[in-house]
């Protein structure tokens, strides 16, 4: 399952769902948009995890959940607690990561 976050609720889906894989992105983002289709693509390997998009600038209560410094950021929760994260824009880097906790 995949979705965009439209309000700043990413804590309650993290706490409604045991596995929630986030990226972290925004419009200006070239990298982000690049990154993007290689998400949604996990997101179809992996269907008993939640995968998320946020934009990192129009929700910052999400943001804070996290610590992004740069984009595109991948980070992971399981049961309510985050994981791990990795700022990339490869494909490899971010199956590792997905691959952790999915």
């Given amino acids: 399952m995949i979705q965009e976050l439209e309000q700043d609720n990413l804590q309650d889906i993290i706490n409604n769902n045991e596995t929630v894989i986030v990226q972290y ?4 983002c070239g990298n982000c948009r690049i990154m993007k289709p290689k ?6 390997e992996h269907e008993g995890a939640t995968f998320v998009i946020a934009d990192a600038e129009k929700f910052p209560e999400s943001r804070k959940l996290a610590t992004v410094d740069n984009l595109p ?23 590792e990561l997905v691959d952790e906790v999915a």
């Fill in 25 to 28: 992105s925004a419009t200006w």
């Fill in 39 to 44: 998400f949604k693509k996990l997101a179809t």
């Fill in 73 to 95: 950021t991948f980070a992971t929760f399981k049961n309510g607690e985050f994981k791990g994260q990795v700022q990339t824009n490869k494909f490899d880097v971010l199956k």
